[in-house]
């Protein structure tokens, strides 16, 4: 039987993923550290085993791979938090709690699971499309998922040689608590189902690179690939503070 390992299980994206391979027939193994959201997945499916720790704790971290007796090929990293900055007033602390999940809860978890990698097995790292340019408000969440997307990139060159694939995921608004919390306009809002299956089709494809949904991710490529001073000028009217 298939086996995924998905950390950030307990909502949004990572929830719908653990709902949808389950539905699927595929074993789930679903991180996260809501203990109520974990027993509520495990009552979901018996497909699905909860796995409880915060990843900004490495020891935690590897205590509670150690324990897993499953056997993933799958490996979904998703879990991440997103806060803005206001005015460009930049907080060390913000900015340690938003790297803290999203690049070094990342990097605790390659290093709690790169002994179970094997030759076929595939990793997902769930970035975002705010790495791809500057974005209003995003200084701390967007220089994350830069990180995030430059480990992604040059882990794949590294993990190739040992037949170990690594796909890259880039959503653009997601419907998610994380959104939720969001007042200004976020255009071409996707579904959790939405995102869940763009992720698990490209990754049934073997894509190493996923965006979704496909215009606004486009868009955000191309605005990207443009000269910085004409980024700013375009991003700010697309997207208004
Ligand atoms: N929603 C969007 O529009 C959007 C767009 C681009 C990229 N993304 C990325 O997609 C991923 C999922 O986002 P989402 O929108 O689904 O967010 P969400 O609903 O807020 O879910 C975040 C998940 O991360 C987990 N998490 C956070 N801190 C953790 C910690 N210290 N230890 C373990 N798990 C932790 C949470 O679990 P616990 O609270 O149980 O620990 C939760 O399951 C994130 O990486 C996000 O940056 C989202």
């Known amino acids: 039987m298939n086996c995924v390992l998905i950390t950030g299980a307990t909502s949004g994206i990572g929830m719908q993923l653990a709902k949808d391979y389950a539905d699927n027939g595929w074993q789930v193994v679903a991180c996260g550290r809501n203990s109520l959201a974990l027993q509520l997945l495990q009552h979901y499916s018996s497909l699905i085993t909860p796995l409880e720790f915060d990843l900004t704790d490495l020891n935690e971290t590897t205590r509670a ?24 007033v930049i907080e060390a602390a913000l900015f340690r709690r938003v790297f803290d999940i999203n690049v070094i809860g990342l990097v605790n978890a390659i290093e709690a699971c790169q002994s179970r990698f094997r030759a076929g097995h595939r990793i997902a790292i769930v970035g975002s499309i705010a790495s791809e340019l500057a974005l209003p ?38 419907e998610t608590p994380l959104t939720d919390k969001n007042t200004f306009p976020m255009p071409m809002m996707v579904s959790v189902e939405y995102a869940s299956k763009a992720i698990r089709e490209g990754l049934a494809k073997g894509l190493s690179h996923i965006y979704f949904p496909r215009r606004f991710t486009l868009l955000m490529r191309l605005l990207g690939a443009l000269p910085y001073r004409w980024q700013n000028v375009l991003t700010s009217k697309l997207i208004s503070e």
């Open 65 to 88: 791979i150690g324990k897993l007796d499953l056997e993933p090929e799958l490996w979904i990293l998703n879990a991440g938090n997103c806060e803005y900055i206001d005015n460009g």
């Open 137 to 174: 408000r995003a200084e701390a969440y967007g220089a994350s998922k830069a990180a995030v997307s430059y480990l992604a990139r040059t882990l794949q060159l590294a993990l190739k040689k040992q037949s170990i694939d690594v796909s890259t995921v880039y959503p653009g608004f997601v």
